[in-house]
């Protein structure tokens, strides 16, 4: 029997990017194997018929997803005692395709968000779910680190949030941790004020902020040190080969979400 998920607003966008990995997963020749989200899709009652339809959306998730998947596992390859924070994970199920490469994994969203990830995804440690909000800063209680490298993953979200809020995630993390590498993606002003995603264009989630580079967030956030940026052109390049032409315009690889690698050491 499916089971029915009533979401709106921003926590709906973790039903469609579910979607979306499942059917690029059942393709023939898919980039990415995620099975874990073809088993929920079936388990879920829900209409996907807009986000089936919505080729932007599901191209820039599955470039995303490329593109991530690749970072987070070179990272985790080289820092072999890692502890990863996945904050506004939804139905995220990359824990399970890094398995055996970290040592703790902690999923964190808000309790209406993991309410739904508890009905499907029933995780013990190392894999740990905190049902909290990423400017909420009692939620570093729950993380055990004793000195371990920590990961931080923020992934589709920054863009339905305010520039208060995204100082204030930051702040969070810069107090909590000695050692931290955040990967975060971010949307250009210029998307942010002029695309809609027709999946969920009906809800109020509505993309509210952008920043065009990391040495701009940098600024922003001075207390992390800017490392290097990776646009998710480079996903789309797998997707479409178009994109090899395409990704050297300039304006096309400005534009694009770019997922920003940051630092902080004592």
Known sequence: MKEKVNVTGVPETMVQTLYARAKETKKQNAKIKDE???ELVEKLDYDFSKADKDNAMTYGVIARTIVLDKMVEEYLDKHKNTIVINIACGLDTRCYRMKG??????????????NIRKQFLIETGPIYQIAKSAMDETYTNTIHNEGEDVLVIIEGLTMYLTEIDIKKIFSIIEHAFSNVTI???VMSPFMVNHIKEKSIEDSCAKFTWGIKNGKELEKLIPSFSFIKEVSLVEGMKQLMPIYHVLGKIPFISHVSNKIIVLEKHI
């Open 101 to 114: 490469k970290y040592i703790r994994w902690y999923n964190l969203d808000l309790p209406e968000t993991m």
């Open 183 to 185: 990967m975060v993606e």
């Open 36 to 38: 874990i989200a073809v």
